[in-house]
């Protein structure tokens, strides 16, 4: 390193840079994301391959995605929801054919009183799950636009 006399300018060389780059990054592509990069590069314009990696990864916009397993094994047991309720339709159906064709139609309807509250409740709380799950998603996406 050449001496720099005491006015605190050197004598030859090329002026020194107030922000020097110091950090390196490596990466490494297939041949076929090397073509697809350098054709990417050569279409940017810019002059270094380095510069437009800077640019691409500093100042482009990107997703960035959290995974939480939790939420995720939650979404998976309530996507087997409405095939349940399907089965529970299914079943119903069933139940007040039997009925109608094997009793009165006043004792097939007082027995069948009992089901329909039950049906009227798993509805209301389908809903409730429903209406739970979208302000869950909203929630969530909230937290991934910060």
């Known amino acids: 390193m050449p001496q720099t006399p005491p006015s605190g300018k050197r004598k030859a060389g090329r002026p ?11 990466v490494r592509f297939t041949e076929e994301e ?7 590069f050569e279409r940017s314009g810019k002059k270094s391959r380095s510069e437009f990696l800077a640019d691409k990864v500093l100042n482009t916009p990107m997703k960035i995605i959290q995974y939480n397993k939790t939420l995720h094994d939650c979404i ?4 087997s929801f409405p095939a349940q309720v399907k089965a529970i339709g299914n079943n119903y159906n069933q139940v007040m ?6 009793f009165e139609r006043k004792k097939a309807l007082r027995l069948l ?3 329909e509250k039950a049906i009227i409740e798993l509805v209301k709380a389908n809903h409730e799950l429903k209406q739970q799950i979208r302000q869950l ?10």
Do not use: G
């Open 34 to 40: 090397n073509i697809r990069f350098l054709t990417l």
């Open 137 to 146: 998603l909203q929630h969530d996406c909230e937290d991934y636009r910060r």
């Open 113 to 115: 009183y009992p089901l």
């Open 97 to 102: 054919d039997y009925l109608f064709q094997h």
């Open 76 to 79: 998976v047991k309530l996507s």
């Open 16 to 26: 020194r840079k107030a922000d020097k780059k110091t950090h390196r990054v490596a």
